[in-house]
């Protein structure tokens, strides 16, 4: 990756408009210092969402493209285009969805992959990396981007890592049950997960037998997808693991799944205030009924709205909107569009703007959206759509990568690390001067950025921001743009000047270094 060197004072002035941002004026040369206060554009510009609009399809979604902004005003706003993301069986999304055969080892079945990994045709690591990038470039392309965003959402919820061997070979099929479920009822999703071949082979549930009912499942299952730590004991544990014991999969043989009522142990069970007999040999549906039920207890309601109050307020959300989320998703039964849309439309998600910060995975893909980076089919490992999995390792985190059970965190405070703030800069200075990776990857010509063949800087800089962070320009940022390239506000840029010839890199970083893009 051959980049001409970046001046100490821009590098400065970039680390001023990060995670860490502080007043550039302590670190503005001479060309900052000149820069006036921004004043609005007087060529012809797109009109932007409002500010309410913005915040809202920017939680929902991996950012915000011209071309989004655009389906969101031809729905008539954010709200109406929120309402119609809630039911995705009306949005056409073939294309992402197909980008699945650019890696034809995600539809073989487990018993093929386990044997192209054994045979060492294709290892199971490298069959979970092509599901991993199969999901960023989903994320990057997807019509659906509330289902996409829902999805990762339960993905770390009902966490399955994609690294180790029995698991993998189920894995996709899990992510598949996942997106299906995401905008459903938590009641069905927590059924279809729990029982999944990845989910039993994962945490021992598998090989549990009624002589040895193995309790790591019934522990998951009660403190991390439904009530929380505290509120249960050691016993609801013990007898909740008795419950799921006859579901197996036969790994590293057939791998095939299914139910052996030989292997449930009987006998009457209390999982909390979940009482049965337990008598019949055949348990799947004692199995079902618990899980339905934990799905509706109070404590779980209370869970599910605090982590999705994390996730799309705020990290400390109040806790009048967590119990008035609660009360939500018991009325209607465990269904999560009513509690989605009581969260957007409460005053504590409006007022949260800009107080989410990009995990490293939802940093790339907004980077690709941002920059219409247009990605081909992968031909070899130093393919875009390859590579995109190591520039998110290169991060900090590549998805469904978090090694235990809990699911990564949604957190601020585990994503804005100064390690974190230094690869996202070197990723977003590397992704703007086209520098990696380059095959099968289309960027847009710096020349084609210009919105006129010949514009003032201080205009190219709003234009810039309006595209890629969907907002108009600031005074604050014309000064960092100045600091960073040297140049002044009135100078006049067309496709000859350095701007366009070598410096377009280092302004286009600018922005993406920005706490407005750090945010979502």
Known sequence: MNRPPMPVAARRSLLAGGLAATSLAATAGPAAAAAPSYKPARYAVEPLLSGRDRHLVSRFSYGITPELAREVRKQGGAARWFERQLDPRGIPDRKAQSLRRWWPYLDKGPKALWAANVSGKKGGWET?????????????????????????????????????????PFRRQYGDIVYKHALGRFDELLAATAVHPAMLVYL????????????????ELLEIHTVGVGEHGEDDVANLARILTGWRVDVYNTWSDAYDPESHARGKVRVLGFKNDNK???????????????????????????????????????????????????KNDTAIV???????????????????????????AATYRALDVRIDRPRDDSSAANVMLWQAASIGSTPFSWPRPDGPPLDNGAWSSPSRLLASLQFHYGMSGGWWPTKDVKYVEPKDRLPEKSIRFDELVDHLSRTLL????????????????GVRPKERIDKEHEIVTWQMPRLLTVFLDSPDFFTR
């Open 128 to 168: 979970m990396a092509d599901y991993q990038r199969w999901v960023l470039v989903r994320r990057i392309t997807s019509d659906r981007q509330v289902q996409e965003v829902m999805t990762q959402f339960w993905e770390g919820h009902l966490h399955v890592p994609t690294n180790g061997d029995p698991n993998f």
């Open 470 to 485: 969907h907002q108009p320009s600031t005074g604050t940022l014309l000064r960092a743009c100045c600091e960073a390239t």
């Open 338 to 364: 009513p509690v989605l849309r009581a969260l957007v439309g409460s005053s504590e998600f409006r007022k949260a703007a800009g107080r989410k910060v990009r995990d490293p995975s939802e940093d790339v």
């Open 204 to 219: 021992d549930q598998a090989v549990s037998t009624k002589e040895h009912p193995n309790e790591n499942l019934a522990r």
């Open 280 to 330: 019949s040999k055949d348990g799947r549906e004692v199995a079902l009924e618990v899980l339905h039920y934990l799905a509706r207890r109070p404590a779980t309601a209370r869970r599910i709205a605090r982590r999705l109050a994390i996730k799309f307020v705020h990290d400390d959300p109040p806790a009048g909107l967590v119990e008035r989320l609660a009360k939500v998703y018991l």
